[in-house]
């Protein structure tokens, strides 16, 4: 996801912002070829080809093929991160920890398959990029899961969740699935809107309490 930096008309400012924009040409480059073709798969030739720019080009930015790779995973967690917790925050106070499950449930779907190649690259990348690369990401990850945590606490605290699941398992199940979608779904045989119902269906139908049943609300 591009980032816009300030403009300023001091010739060094000025200096300073063709840089930043051709290091994040650089960096949307890498995040589009890693979503496309994995990291085992993404040469610096290709992501120069695809920022328009002479592959030597790519080291006064970034010292590595390694570098570049980390950014762009770092990059992809963090955005998902803050458009998570963006899209939450825009719910009117008192909405139940249900609804707010199913907006986080549109929000991931969205930012992951419609609005960012690097959460793609992200998702797609996280298991098979090498241990020494994934600290930053690591901490943006344990970050995200968080605040997953919290949403399924609340629904389990309030009775909106059955109470013989662990909100844990069914967080990893969850998660699981929404970040699969990015290695199956086609726009080409469906549309994201229905992706997102479906989605939000199932995990609702799932968690909810069964007709007539009284869900144990666990202390906060």
Same mark, same amino acid.
């Given at each position: ?24 040409? =650089? ?22 080809? /695809? ?7 790519? /080291?006064? /930015? ?16 963090? *955005? ?18 249900? *609804? ?22 992200? =998702? ?11 600290? @930053?990401? @690591? ?49 080409? @045989?469906?549309?994201? *809107? ?7 269906? =199932?995990?609702?139908?799932? =968690? ?13």
């Amino acid at each position: 996801m591009a980032r816009k930096s300030a403009a300023s008309g001091s010739p060094d400012s000025e200096v300073e912002s063709k840089s930043q924009r051709t290091r994040q040409r =650089i960096l949307d480059a890498a995040a589009h070829v890693l979503s496309v073709k994995g990291s085992a798969g993404t040469r610096l030739s290709d992501v120069a080809e /695809y920022a328009e720019l002479q592959a030597p080009a790519i /080291y006064y /930015y970034f010292p590595s093929r390694e570098d570049l790779i980390e950014e762009v995973m770092f990059c992809g967690i963090s *955005d998902m991160r803050r458009h998570l917790q963006d899209a939450l925050d825009a719910l009117p106070a008192g909405t139940p920890p249900v *609804d707010r499950i199913m907006a986080a449930v549109e929000a991931h779907l969205r930012h992951e398959l419609e609005l960012s190649d690097y959460a793609t690259a992200s =998702i797609r990348n996280s298991g098979q990029i090498p241990e020494h690369l994934r600290s @930053r990401e @690591r901490k943006e990850s344990a970050a995200y899961g968080k605040i997953w945590h919290r949403l399924f606490d609340d629904a389990a605290a309030d009775g909106e969740m059955s109470a013989d699941l662990d909100p844990r398992i069914v967080q990893g199940l969850v998660l699981g699935a929404l970040n699969w979608a990015a290695e199956w779904w086609d726009p080409k @045989r469906g549309s994201l *809107d229905s992706i997102v119902a479906n989605a939000q269906a =199932i995990v609702r139908s799932g =968690i909810s309490p069964a007709d007539g049943a009284t869900a144990r609300r666990t202390p906060r």
